[in-house]
């Protein structure tokens, strides 16, 4: 019975690393399809959205299992029950990148230069959502605590984002409607980037049991060589 257990408990982290690939997959694959004015591309991972939910649900479901059967306490509860969490952070990654390839199936916009901006931005949002999702699995604090910290840079971006496609408007005369969607776009990746704090969020609460979130403090809390928090973090 405990060598399921552990079994599961395997699974379970393998399951959101197959997660965190499928959104990967989407966002990766609606910014080509915006770079390369590929529409068809762009419907295709507009389409594959199901993939994500359905990979939600069979996380969830081993979740439940777990918890109904194996009963786990102290670091394996918040293992478990961070995962239930953070799930719904990777589906609305997933929805927001099919989010960002239905907006381009439509966009008719020839001047790739001004897109630069965006896949830049796109690119530390990426690394984020990989580097959160390594986190969890790898229960890793360091990692975690760097990818809440690059959100501003995110946040920053689609400020930058914002004043660029004004000035194209008033400056260069360009079509207004256009220029909406591509704030659309950039605003979807800024979520992103918040999904995939919070995904980090939830990999320091299965460390600590104390979430960032609600408790800045403890976000800088130094973890012991196993992994655990201090004694005084602990949480059953």
Request: hydrophobic share 45%.
């Amino acid at each position: 019975m405990r060598e399921h257990y552990k079994l599961q408990l395997k699974s379970l982290c393998d399951q959101i690393a197959q997660l965190g690939q499928f959104c990967d997959d989407s966002l990766v694959g609606a910014i080509n399809a915006l770079h390369d004015h590929d529409s068809e591309l762009a419907q295709r991972i507009y389409q594959s959205d199901y993939i994500v939910d359905q990979k939600e649900r069979e996380i969830e479901n081993l979740c439940l299992s777990i918890i109904l059967h194996q009963q786990p306490i102290a670091s394996d509860l918040r293992l478990v029950s961070s995962a239930l969490k953070l799930i719904t952070d990777m589906e609305r990654i997933g929805d927001q990148s099919c989010d960002i390839a239905e907006i381009v199936m439509h966009l008719d916009y020839a001047e790739s230069v001004h897109f630069k901006l965006i896949e830049d931005m796109a690119k530390i949002a990426r690394a984020m959502v990989q580097d959160a999702v390594e986190a969890f699995i790898n229960r890793d604090m360091a990692l975690a605590q760097s990818v809440i910290k690059r959100d501003d840079q995110v946040d920053n971006f689609l400020v930058e984002a914002r004043e660029l496609m004004a000035k194209l408007i008033v400056e260069h005369d360009h079509d207004a409607a256009t220029i909406v969607d591509m704030v659309m776009i950039a605003k979807y990746i800024e979520r992103i980037g918040d999904h995939a704090t919070n995904v980090a969020n939830w990999a320091i609460f299965s460390i600590t049991g104390s979430h960032p979130d609600k408790h800045p403090a403890d976000a800088g809390v130094e973890v012991s060589n196993n992994g655990e928090a201090d004694a005084a973090l602990l949480r059953a």
